[in-house]
């Protein structure tokens, strides 16, 4: 009988501060988290070179000139014929898909978007946690992080948004953000980090009873 593993998956709006809760859970529970991790993973698991995977990271689509060159590329590396003719997009994303499953079978791990609650939706101990937080809070993060002014955050967190949410809902069943989608959705203009962390903590300890 296969034994599965603790894995977290958590999705979240950019500026959210999910990425931090994804690694202070880590950290709590002395386990991986996997963020751009997983990019390199994905890439020496695939045999694509990892900046194919940023620049695909999270994005449903390219430009048919880029996918042209890089198709050129990657031909070099798979043999597989129906693999071939994917568009380099959906290459990438199984190729991600893969080693989201791999890292899953073989260890506890929190691991950070990347469509990876779909990935893992056969998995019954996988927790699928999505992170939100009022736009005021993430403008005014994002401005202080990044140095923006309030209008260049604003506009940088309506694009990334946008691309995480054509992204999974281009690849999965589900919608994303949607409270259905997920086991759990926390509100970072509400808890703190920490205090989310404990919630997680606190929801895997009630399913598990």
């Not at 995977?53 to 990657?74: C, G, I, N, Q, R």
């Not at 101990?125 to 736009?135: A, D, G, R, W």
């Not at 604003?154 to 691309?163: A, G, L, M, N, P």
Request: proline share 2%; glycine share 4%; charged share 30%.
């Amino acid at each position: 009988m296969e034994e599965y593993k603790d894995i977290y998956t958590i999705g979240r709006e950019f500026g959210s501060l999910g990425s931090a809760i994804g690694y202070k859970l880590a950290e709590k529970l002395g386990i991986k988290c996997y963020d751009k991790e997983l990019l390199q993973q994905a890439a020496k698991e695939s045999g694509f070179c990892q900046e194919i995977f940023e620049t695909h990271d999270e994005k449903p689509t390219a430009s048919f000139l880029y996918s042209l060159v890089m198709d050129t590329y990657s031909s070099m590396n798979y043999s597989n014929a129906p693999f071939m003719d994917m568009p380099l997009n959906h290459k990438v994303f199984l190729a991600q898909f893969d080693a989201i499953k791999k890292i899953a079978s073989g260890e506890s791990c929190v691991i950070i978007g990347r469509c990876a609650d779909y990935a893992l939706e056969d998995n019954p101990k996988t927790l699928s946690i999505f992170v939100h937080s009022e736009l005021e809070d993430r403008i005014k993060r994002i401005s202080k992080r990044l140095d923006l002014s309030e209008r260049k955050a604003k506009d940088t967190i309506i694009k990334k948004d946008r691309q995480r949410a054509n992204y999974y809902n281009y690849y999965t069943s589900k919608k994303w953000g949607e409270a259905r989608s997920y086991d759990l959705c926390l509100n970072t203009s509400k808890l703190d980090i920490d205090d989310c962390v404990e919630v997680i903590l606190k929801y895997r300890e009630m399913l598990n009873n």
